[in-house]
Each structure stands twice: as C-alpha cells, then as structure tokens.
C-alpha cells in the first residue's frame, strides 16, 4: 500500500491553498487532498458532465446563463448516479489514511467536495455550449 499512497501523493501534486495552525482537519483535507484532485481530474469531470448533458438529452447551449447554473446545481446535487460518478472519479484518488479522514467524516466532506466541483464546472460552463462528446 505504500507505493501506491506515495505514488498517488506524488502524481496529484501539491497542496492548493493555505493551511495554518488554525485550519481544521476539514480545511486541511480541503486544500491538500481534494484541490489537487479536483485540478488533476478537472478533463475527466468536464467530459463526464458533457456526456450528463448528452445522455440526458438537454440542450445546454439555447439556456440562459441562470438555467445553465441551475441545471449545473441540479445534476450534482440531485442526480444521485451521477453525483456518486464524480465522488468515486474523486475518492479513487485518495490514500489509504485520506480515506480513513474522508470515511470519519464524509457528510461534511461531500459537502465541499460537491461544492467545489459545482464551482469549478460554473467556472467553465463556456466549454459546455458546444459539447465535446458528439
């Protein structure tokens, strides 16, 4: 398990975002765990979101921004298969003891895990107007 952890520790990179003595564990798993993931796997989650949109055949391109942001909400939040794709796209990434964190304490994990995902896609929701996946 050790080349694994140490491999995986080393592919993702490095922390992102500042933690200090104050930081909770919370914080802390936040920007050394889930923001080097959610930056590596920012290509994978884009075209799995693309394939949301075109499975669940919505046309994404003639919504407003305010729809566009609120079927983003929507398909992480409330579509329980997809939102557990993304978590497994995320948490295949985590070590052995960062499992054992996440595992301890997942609600509030998932919590910023899924907001930040949410964020990031809001972030780039140029590349979903014509998408990728044809």
Do not use: H
């Not at 140490?6 to 992102?16: D, M």
């Not at 070590?95 to 595992?103: D, M, P």
């Not at 301890?104 to 896609?121: A, D, G, I, P, T």
Request: proline share 1%.
């Amino acid at each position: 398990m050790d080349t694994r952890d140490q491999f995986i520790a080393e592919f993702r990179g490095k922390t992102l975002g500042v933690i200090t003595s104050q930081s909770t564990t919370e914080e802390s798993f936040q920007n050394e765990v889930l923001r080097p993931i959610l930056k590596l796997q920012n290509e994978i989650i884009c075209a799995s979101f693309s394939n949301y949109l075109k499975k669940n055949k919505i046309d994404f391109s003639n919504f407003s921004l305010d729809k566009k942001m609120k079927t983003i909400d929507n398909a992480v939040q409330k579509d329980i298969k997809f939102r557990n794709a993304l978590k497994g796209m995320i948490s295949g990434l985590f070590t052995i003891s960062e499992y054992e964190i996440y595992t301890n304490n997942s609600s509030n994990l998932n919590k910023r895990m899924m907001s930040m995902l949410v964020e990031r896609l809001k972030s780039q929701v140029q590349l979903f107007e014509n998408p990728v996946l044809k």
